[in-house]
Structures are given as structure tokens and as C-alpha cells.
């Protein structure tokens, strides 16, 4: 099964931070890179090149971190989890109808960091001793 990587485009002119498959492209599907990429990207899998902007993945990467810290015992089990994401995500909502963009941003990057709790393995671990990502 392939691993799913961040890479940082290796075009000069581009420098974007993308999301690859274990032995995909290098490049990313920008217009600077699409000429060079064209044939690669035909065969290989969609995930290759959904581009995320770098700021945006090292403030999740913060949120994580400030989450553990603050909350070192995430949750018992999968469901307990899961009641953690549904009521961050009744956060979201409330500031999606309610409150600035920036709040919106905020509790998304909460909601994001709650379901990477999960999908880390965070469930039923005290996290005290595991800071690093």
C-alpha cells in the first residue's frame, strides 16, 4: 500500500506544498508546473495533487499540539471521540452563523485538530509524554 506524503513542489518557480503518493510526481499541478507534470498526472491517483497552502497545514500542526497539551486524555474510545468532534463542530456552526471569519477559521482548525486526534491513534492514550507530531 502506498504512503501518502507532503511534498514541496520542486519547481524553482513554484515551491507549493503538495499532498503525493509514495512514488508519484515531484511537481505539483500549478500552471508552472502543468506543462512539465501533463503526462505524469494521467496516471497517477487524484490525491497526488490536491494542493494545501503551507500555512494552513502548520496551523493545524499547532493546533495539535496545543490540543494535547491541554487536553492530554483526548478521549476513552472511538465514540467518546466522536462526541468530541460533533460538539466542536456544533462550535463551528455557531460561529459560521454567528461570528467573524476568523472565528470560523478557529474552531475549523479545532474540528481539524479533534479528527486528527482520531486518526493518530489519540483515543484511549494519555497524551502528557507524546508532544511531537
Known sequence: ???????????????KVFLSME????????????AAAASRRRN?????????SIDTLLDVESRLRWARTKHPQYAGTARDALFVIRAELDELEQAVR???PERVRDEALDVAATVLRLLEGDVGKNMEVRHAI
Not at 500500500?1 to 515551491?15: D, G, I, S, Y
Not at 512514488?23 to 508546473?33: E, N, P, S, T, W
Not at 497517477?44 to 494545501?52: E, N, V
Open 44 to 52: 497517477a491517483s487524484p490525491l497526488a495533487y490536491r494542493l494545501i
Open 98 to 100: 454567528y461570528e467573524t
Open 23 to 34: 512514488g508519484d510526481a515531484k511537481r505539483c499541478c500549478c500552471h508552472a508546473c502543468s
Open 1 to 15: 500500500m502506498k504512503r501518502a506524503e507532503f511534498r514541496r513542489c520542486q519547481n524553482p518557480r513554484c515551491q
